[in-house]
């Protein structure tokens, strides 16, 4: 091992981490690779892939999740995520720190940020090599080999460490704790990659904001023409798979700013699921994932090494990271214009939600700050067999630091200053709910979003849902009409409008206590309850 640069090991020591027996700085993939499978973290798939098992924690924990609190006035507790207090943060600091004094370490310095205007310097610092190589996967790598004179925040991850719940103030030995004003994040006893990179969203989730640059939980493509789209939506409503269009270039797959300039990308990667992928439907995540230098989690291997990708034996949650430029139609700036198109993706379980739907601005208003979807099985821990309906609000509540109509407010301003168009898209079930319905096929879905993108629809009639108030298309190219109205897909209609109703007043119900803080219009751009 090379010897650590001065500055670092000065880095690490105000980080209490000065007895560590070593430290592995910004190895290459190779490095890591090689190194994890050395040390029994993961072995190589027949294609090359490193293959790990994050078992128990194979998704996100978000009732491990807390705040350290500060005087903010605009901070916000997302459901799950608590507060404890900067005394609770040191002690469990300390703990955390002497356990990792005892380990090996991979250090690695990045970039959060592809907008040099608005590039966040990030140091993540692992006791395994290939959560190392998931960081190295999904952010924006340093070309200087300089390491980071204070960081703009530090992620310390132990998988080892155990908080002790009744001692330190938790709910269990697992913890994520995000500190903005010491610009630290500690990951203690889960291994989940996703909670890197989920910290990272958080925190850039506080910081842009506040520079009047709107953080959004959502997909980004471009055209040849320049024209930029969004796709926003929770994990397994389609944001990967549907913004990885041969016909357009990737700007990034998960998490953007929108700045007075355009749109820019948090990462340098993906973490796609890969449950049941079919390479037909999704040409390039598959050729993505069967390389090396991908990392793939909670897939299970034959005898032949060959990952078995429709086996939900480990967890339905599997997912691969991978550098963009792993995507041959990317957009190696990380950068693109303002959105022409906007699409909120939904996978409604209910199978009453129109497929495409065309939103004024205050029913975008209202739809973005409801985030209505349905979470699907394994996405987090104790979700249970069958996708359950919530409402997220901005499609990404557990990643909100910050109250949200914080956000809503600069969408607002954004789509009135660019006239973006925003349009609701349901790629959850048709014909009935789910176990009665099917899950709306992906190349219909596909020939909805180039219908808007080529402008086919810019002139089409629409009619508004009895109930739903939206405006749905009259025809699409190649998109059945029991499709596009979803009442007709269903045998029994008095049951499609009593689920529709249901659905409606849960709308409601949830949007109560946004009505003191957003305006009448946004209010009655709602369904209505009859």
Same mark, same amino acid.
């Given at each position: 091992?090379?010897?650590?640069?001065?500055?670092?090991?000065?880095?690490?020591?105000?980080?209490?981490?000065?007895?560590?027996?070593?430290?592995?700085?910004?190895?290459?993939?190779?490095?890591?690779?090689?190194?994890?499978?050395?040390?029994?973290?993961?072995?190589?798939?027949?294609?090359?892939?490193?293959?790990?098992?994050?078992?128990?924690?194979?998704?996100?924990?978000?009732?491990?999740?807390?705040?350290?609190?500060?005087?903010?006035?605009?901070?916000?507790?997302?459901?799950?995520?608590?507060?404890?207090?900067?005394?609770?943060?040191?002690?469990?600091?300390?703990?955390?720190?002497?356990?990792?004094?005892?380990?090996?370490?991979?250090?690695?310095?990045?970039?959060?940020?592809?907008?040099?205007?608005?590039?966040?310097?990030?140091?993540?610092?692992?006791?395994?090599?290939?959560?190392?190589?998931?960081?190295? #996967?999904?952010?924006?790598?340093?070309?200087?080999?300089?390491?980071? +004179?204070? %960081?703009? !925040?530090?992620? @310390? /991850?132990? =998988?080892?460490?155990?908080?002790?719940?009744?001692?330190?103030?938790?709910?269990?030995?697992?913890?994520v704790i995000l500190n903005f004003n010491a610009k630290?994040?500690?990951?203690?006893?889960?291994?989940?990659?996703?909670?890197?990179?989920?910290?990272?969203?958080?925190?850039?989730?506080?910081?842009?904001?506040?520079?009047?640059?709107?953080?959004?939980?959502?997909?980004?493509?471009?055209?040849?023409?320049?024209?930029?789209?969004?796709?926003?939506?929770?994990?397994?409503?389609?944001?990967?798979?549907?913004?990885?269009?041969?016909?357009?270039?990737?700007?990034?797959?998960?998490?953007?700013?929108?700045?007075?300039?355009?749109?820019? #990308?948090?990462?340098?990667?993906?973490?796609?699921?890969?449950?049941? +992928?079919? %390479?037909? !439907?999704?040409? @390039? /995540?598959? =050729?993505?994932?069967?390389?090396?230098?991908?990392?793939?989690?909670?897939?299970?291997?034959?005898?032949?090494?060959?990952?078995?990708?429709?086996?939900?034996?480990?967890t339905e949650n599997t997912r691969a990271s991978y550098?963009?430029?792993?995507?041959?139609?990317?957009?190696?700036?990380?950068?693109?214009?303002?959105?022409?198109?906007?699409?909120?993706?939904?996978?409604?379980?209910?199978?009453?939600?129109?497929?495409?739907?065309?939103?004024?601005?205050?029913?975008?208003?209202?739809?973005?700050?409801?985030?209505?979807?349905?979470?699907?099985?394994?996405?987090?821990?104790?979700?249970?067999?069958?996708?359950?309906?919530?409402?997220?609000?901005?499609?990404?509540?557990?990643?909100?630091?910050?109250?949200?109509?914080?956000?809503?407010?600069?969408?607002?301003?954004?789509?009135?200053?660019?006239?973006?168009?925003?349009?609701?898209?349901?790629?959850?079930?048709?014909?009935?709910?789910?176990?009665?319905?099917?899950?709306?096929?992906?190349?219909?879905?596909?020939?909805?979003?180039?219908?808007?993108?080529?402008?086919?629809?810019?002139?089409?009639?629409?009619?508004?849902?009895?109930?739903?108030?939206?405006?749905?298309?009259?025809?699409?190219?190649?998109?059945?009409?029991?499709?596009?109205?979803?009442?007709?897909?269903?045998?029994?209609?008095?049951?499609?409008?009593?689920?529709?109703?249901?659905?409606?007043?849960?709308?409601?119900?949830?949007?109560?206590?946004?009505?003191?803080?957003?305006?009448?219009?946004?209010?009655?751009?709602?369904?209505?309850?009859?």
């Amino acid at each position: 091992m090379e010897p650590l640069h001065e500055s670092l090991r000065s880095e690490l020591e105000k980080l209490g981490l000065s007895e560590v027996k070593e430290v592995r700085y910004n190895l290459d993939k190779t490095g890591l690779i090689t190194q994890a499978v050395l040390d029994g973290e993961g072995l190589l798939s027949d294609s090359g892939a490193l293959v790990v098992n994050t078992s128990p924690f194979t998704g996100r924990s978000p009732n491990d999740k807390y705040l350290i609190e500060n005087s903010d006035p605009d901070l916000w507790y997302a459901s799950g995520t608590e507060s404890l207090s900067e005394e609770q943060f040191f002690t469990l600091h300390s703990k955390l720190v002497k356990k990792m004094n005892t380990q090996h370490l991979y250090v690695r310095d990045m970039f959060a940020g592809a907008d040099p205007k608005y590039t966040a310097r990030v140091r993540v610092i692992t006791d395994l090599a290939w959560q190392n190589l998931a960081a190295s #996967n999904m952010f924006i790598e340093s070309k200087s080999g300089e390491p980071h +004179i204070d %960081p703009d !925040f530090t992620i @310390l /991850v132990s =998988s080892q460490f155990a908080a002790d719940p009744q001692a330190d103030g938790l709910r269990s030995p697992a913890m994520v704790i995000l500190n903005f004003n010491a610009k630290q994040v500690l990951i203690g006893n889960t291994r989940y990659a996703g909670e890197i990179k989920k910290s990272v969203f958080t925190f850039m989730n506080y910081l842009l904001p506040k520079k009047g640059i709107l953080p959004l939980h959502c997909s980004a493509n471009k055209g040849h023409d320049g024209s930029v789209a969004l796709f926003f939506g929770l994990s397994g409503t389609g944001k990967t798979t549907l913004s990885s269009d041969p016909e357009r270039a990737l700007i990034g797959d998960d998490e953007h700013g929108w700045s007075d300039d355009g749109m820019f #990308n948090f990462e340098g990667g993906c973490y796609a699921k890969t449950i049941r +992928i079919n %390479p037909q !439907f999704e040409p @390039l /995540v598959w =050729s993505a994932i069967n390389r090396f230098g991908c990392l793939i989690e909670n897939v299970p291997l034959d005898e032949n090494h060959h990952p078995d990708f429709d086996s939900s034996d480990i967890t339905e949650n599997t997912r691969a990271s991978y550098p963009l430029e792993y995507i041959a139609n990317y957009e190696p700036s990380g950068m693109g214009g303002h959105p022409n198109h906007i699409f909120f993706l939904t996978a409604d379980a209910f199978g009453v939600m129109p497929p495409l739907a065309k939103l004024n601005n205050a029913q975008a208003m209202y739809y973005f700050l409801s985030g209505y979807t349905s979470k699907l099985a394994g996405t987090e821990r104790g979700l249970g067999d069958k996708p359950q309906a919530t409402f997220s609000t901005c499609f990404g509540a557990p990643f909100l630091p910050l109250k949200p109509t914080v956000y809503a407010r600069l969408l607002s301003e954004k789509l009135t200053k660019h006239g973006t168009q925003v349009w609701l898209l349901n790629t959850g079930w048709s014909g009935g709910g789910f176990g009665t319905g099917k899950r709306i096929a992906l190349p219909l879905t596909r020939a909805m979003i180039s219908a808007v993108l080529s402008g086919a629809l810019d002139h089409v009639e629409t009619h508004t849902h009895p109930i739903f108030g939206i405006e749905i298309p009259n025809e699409v190219p190649g998109v059945p009409q029991e499709i596009l109205n979803p009442e007709l897909s269903w045998i029994d209609r008095p049951a499609y409008e009593s689920e529709a109703a249901q659905l409606a007043l849960k709308f409601t119900q949830n949007f109560d206590k946004y009505r003191d803080s957003v305006s009448h219009e946004v209010v009655e751009a709602g369904p209505r309850v009859r």
